[in-house]
């Protein structure tokens, strides 16, 4: 742990080893140590988007997911325009300036009709970040359209698509992808369609969604694997875990893993990901406490205000906060709440002086790494 607090590099047995820790104390105070090093401003930040889930059509078969149908379901849906600018409409009312669009993999939809959607969107938008699709779209784009994927991603880029967003990583070993989705996007896959985002200029996040299938040494490898392409390309802004929601999935005969996990695994991966400068919490699945904690496992930030989150609420847990409790929660933990971009740049010129003042009249908790 002390090696990481110095800022030096973790093997991925040193990784593998900190999962053997049960001392939570320790890997908080070590992962907040780091946090601190490379945050060390008085600010702690957040952001206002909308995820739209454009369609819940998918090709693919995910046992840990309770959002997809298939194109004959009665609930199948492909959404509207009008519908899809309202929900951008409301979006921009509340301050929010990104739209994460994310579907399934739809069987028949033409790369054009994405193409399309980002331009319609961009002409009445021009100033929201389309944060849009994940690799397993965009490959499944490339797969259907029989099309280099440098020129998906040129074309969509070209089209209006902002940055990429980190979702369907999952665990990035092939035998966990195997055993728990079929003709979905596996390891190198996923990496490729980040690595050619990365090297067309674009930026994205990473993700890891656990305490499923995989091993503890698996966790390490997805670690690793991102640490690798981030040493490779730089382009990732931040990186976000959250654990499996069991409920009305496939997979719902698995105990949920609860807050210990997740409180240690963000803090391992704060350790162990030495070249990614952001943690997100992730409230949205670990609820509003436990994703304040999260703020002294490693995050710096606390997410978005997820005006609507139809995956995971699908899969039955999901937490709602208001942009005023997000602001509370970070100033409860003494700092000052700043709203930023997808890129994490600061959007308010000024920081709030009211919670300036409250986080100043609070003192900072002495936290220490150690271990
Ligand atoms: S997780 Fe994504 S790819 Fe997998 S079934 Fe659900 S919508 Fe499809």
């Known amino acids: 742990m002390q090696k990481a607090v110095e800022g030096g590099r973790l093997t ?57 149908r298939k194109s004959a379901d009665a609930d199948a849906y492909v959404l509207p325009r009008e519908e899809l600018y309202r929900k951008v409409e409301e979006t921009v009312a509340l301050g929010g300036d ?17 193409e399309e959607l980002l331009r319609d969107l961009k002409a009445r938008f021009p100033r929201v970040n389309l944060h849009a699709f994940s ?26 698509m902002g940055s990429l967003p980190g979702g369907g990583a999952e665990v990035l070993t092939d ?20 690595r050619t985002w990365h090297e067309l200029g674009g930026r994205s996040t990473c993700t890891m969604m656990f305490g499923h299938v995989e091993t503890l040494a698996e966790r390490v490898e997805h670690l690793e694997r991102l640490r690798q392409l981030q040493d490779e390309t730089g382009g990732f ?9 069991p409920e009305h999935t496939a997979l719902a005969h698995l105990p949920p893993a609860g807050s210990f996990e997740y409180l240690r695994t963000q803090a391992i991966a704060r350790l162990y990901l030495d070249n990614v400068a952001n943690v ?6 670990q ?6 904690l999260a703020l002294f496992f490693g995050a710096n930030d606390m997410g978005s205000l ?28 003494g700092y000052v709440p700043r709203q930023r971009n997808v890129f994490y740049e600061y959007l308010d010129a000024e920081p709030d002086t009211a919670s300036r003042g409250e986080a100043a009249g609070r003192a900072l908790p002495v936290l220490q790494g150690n271990g």
């Not at 490959?139 to 089209?159: I, S």
């Not at 055993?179 to 980040?194: G, M, R």
């Not at 997100?280 to 699945?285: A, I, L, N, R």
Request: with cysteine; charged share 25%; glycine share 6%.
């Open 98 to 114: 990104q739209i994460l669009l994310q579907g399934g993999n739809h069987p028949s939809l033409r790369l054009e009709w994405y």
């Open 135 to 160: 690799a397993a779209e965009i490959w499944h784009f490339h797969k259907l359209n029989k099309l280099p994927l440098r020129e998906v991603l040129r074309r969509l880029k070209d089209a209006g």
């Open 280 to 285: 997100q919490s992730s409230w949205v699945t």
């Open 237 to 245: 802004t931040a990186f976000i875990c959250w654990t499996f929601q």
């Open 306 to 333: 997820m005006i609507e989150e139809n995956v995971v609420a699908s899969a039955g847990t999901v937490h709602y906060l208001s942009l005023e409790e997000i602001k509370r929660a970070i100033r409860e933990a």
């Open 12 to 68: 991925p047995a040193e990784g593998l080893e900190l999962f053997g820790c049960r001392d939570l104390h320790a890997l908080g105070r070590a992962a907040d140590a780091v946090c601190r090093r490379l945050h060390p401003e008085p600010y702690r930040t957040y952001n206002i988007d909308r995820n739209i889930n454009y369609t819940n059509v998918c090709a693919a078969v995910c046992d840990f997911c309770a959002f997809y």
């Open 287 to 292: 609820g509003p406490k436990v994703g304040q």
């Open 175 to 194: 035998r966990v992808r195997k055993a728990i989705t079929v003709n979905k996007v596996l390891t190198e896959e996923w990496l490729q369609v980040h």
